[in-house]
């Protein structure tokens, strides 16, 4: 048999999910001297000296060795830091980690249920959430083989009412997994604890509250992964504590919930670097905490000056805006942008086309979008001769 005659068939040894899988798309990560990057929120800050010590110090013959597979002392200085036991915690390589290992325990395999099948039992292959929010969650619910169910937002991107997601018959109080993003992306919006907890206390199945952006936001949820057996809360060191190098996210919950994850656990999953990293930054807060507010000024400075040039700001808590921009189409303007060397992000997905998310940057850095989108304008209004 020849080679090309193998390659022809390697195709049918991939599952048919996967064939047919449209898979997340990251942000761009382009290799551009001098661009000002404001596509992937990431912290424009960097971490603490003393976390960029710590890295340095470890890099050493501890290399060739296994790091803590538990991450028990994270685990130990999270516990501390949040008021619960380390059996409350995992830690992953990255928060997205965790998610996918989340689908995998408590969500059965089976999108293409009959109608003969009780409801209860379709739960149970259900990943719901609601839309727009993180383009993960769908892929993370196909390739498991799994249903999804996408209740869009209201206009604003607000949550729906206990009424409304009663009476509109989308939203499903026995699906077996619900992810609420909070506060949303890409929107920003904020949610209210109060709110949370009340779509939480209804729910049958298990409830991700991911909070990859609350050091931005003016509440957080996490009382309710303590209170509620059926809750877990999702953090992050990447966005707000400038390590998404390392890849290090956490899980707080219930030990039921939190033990069923660890079976799944991949040995060693989170590198020694990112834990020692992880674990020097618990040790600066302060140095962070900083860096939260400089960012949430830059952020409300931004949302003034672009509304002052006629784009549609809607409010955010988190360390980005959504906007929708005047004069040309939101793809035109991402183009315009990247010819001034500035890299926004575009999302061409329905109810999200006609806007830009902007990572919230230096204050340098928002000056100089404000700056180009100015320029933008100003040229928009003169069209060229024929």
């Known amino acids: 048999m020849s080679f090309r005659r193998q390659s022809r068939n390697a195709q049918q040894l991939i599952r048919a999910i996967i064939q047919r899988l449209h898979p997340y798309v990251p942000g761009e990560q382009p290799g551009i001297r001098g661009l000002i990057k404001l596509n992937t929120n990431e912290n424009p800050y960097p971490p603490s000296p003393k976390v960029l010590a710590a890295i340095k110090k470890s890099a050493d013959a501890r290399l060739r060795l296994y790091p803590n597979p538990t991450a028990e002392p994270l685990r130990n200085k999270l516990a501390k830091l949040h008021g ?5 915690i995992i830690v992953g390589n990255g928060s997205d980690e965790l998610l996918a290992m989340a ?5 059965e395999p089976g999108p293409a249920v009959r109608s003969s099948i009780a409801k209860w039992s379709r739960a149970k292959s259900l990943v719901q959430f609601f839309h727009p929010s993180y383009s993960l969650y769908p ?6 083989g799994a249903r999804a169910n996408a209740v869009p937002l209201n206009k604003g991107f607000s949550l729906p ?3 409304e997601l009663k009476h509109g018959k989308e939203w499903d109080f026995s699906a077996a997994l ?3 993003t909070t506060p949303n992306a890409p929107s920003g919006h904020g949610y209210s604890t109060a709110s949370l907890k ?3 206390a209804a729910q049958r199945g298990v409830v991700i509250l991911d909070e990859a952006y609350v050091n931005f936001a003016k509440e957080n949820a996490l009382s309710l992964a303590l209170e509620c057996p059926h809750v877990l809360v999702a953090r992050t060191f990447s966005k707000a504590y400038s390590l998404c190098f390392q890849r290090v996210g956490y899980f707080v919950g219930s030990r039921e919930l939190i033990a069923a994850l660890d079976k799944l656990r991949d040995s060693y999953n989170v590198n020694g670097l990112g834990q020692i990293a992880a674990l020097a930054t618990l040790d600066d807060l302060p140095y962070y905490r900083a860096n939260f507010q ?8 931004l949302s003034y000056a672009l509304g002052a040039l006629g784009f549609k700001v809607f409010p955010s808590q988190t360390n980005f805006i959504l906007v929708g921009p005047p004069q040309f189409p939101a793809h035109e303007w991402q183009e315009k942008l990247r010819e001034q060397k500035i890299l926004v992000r575009w999302f061409d997905a329905p109810g999200l086309r006609e806007f830009l998310r902007i990572t919230i940057g230096t204050s340098e ?4 979008l404000v700056k180009a989108a100015k320029r933008i304008l100003c040229e928009g209004s003169f069209p060229p001769l024929p």
């Not at 850095?365 to 100089?368: G, I, K, R, S, T």
């Open 178 to 180: 619900s992810f609420i």
């Open 198 to 200: 009340e779509i939480c």
């Open 365 to 368: 850095e928002a000056a100089a």
């Open 139 to 144: 892929v993370l619910a196909s390739i498991h």
């Open 103 to 107: 689908v995998r325990a408590f969500v």
């Open 84 to 88: 619960c036991k380390p059996d409350n």
């Open 294 to 301: 400089k960012i949430i000024a830059t952020r409300d400075k």
């Open 161 to 163: 009412a206990m009424k």
